[in-house]
């Protein structure tokens, strides 16, 4: 939570990074539309937490 902060972290989780595209699971299909929102702020904030600048962010609902 510590980069993208308690709220979002709450609902969605990295999964995995597949060249520089950074596949991430959500609990409700509403936070695909809110991280895609985000995009530009949540990258900025990774690539000077990490030193990654990513590409895409491709987030998906999480199955059970």
Same mark, same amino acid.
């Given at each position: 939570?510590? =980069?993208?902060g308690e709220k979002i972290s709450e609902?969605?989780?990295? /999964?995995?990074?597949?060249? /520089?595209? !950074?596949? =991430? #699971? @959500? /609990?409700?299909?509403?936070? #695909?539309?809110?991280?895609?929102? !985000?995009? *530009?702020? !949540?990258?900025?904030? =990774? $690539?000077?937490? $990490?030193? *990654?600048?990513? #590409?895409? !962010?491709?987030?998906?609902?999480? *199955? @059970?």
């Amino acid at each position: 939570g510590e =980069i993208v902060g308690e709220k979002i972290s709450e609902h969605a989780r990295p /999964d995995h990074i597949s060249g /520089d595209i !950074l596949f =991430i #699971k @959500v /609990d409700n299909p509403a936070w #695909k539309t809110e991280l895609s929102m !985000l995009y *530009t702020t !949540l990258n900025e904030r =990774i $690539q000077k937490a $990490q030193g *990654t600048k990513l #590409k895409k !962010l491709e987030s998906y609902k999480e *199955t @059970v």
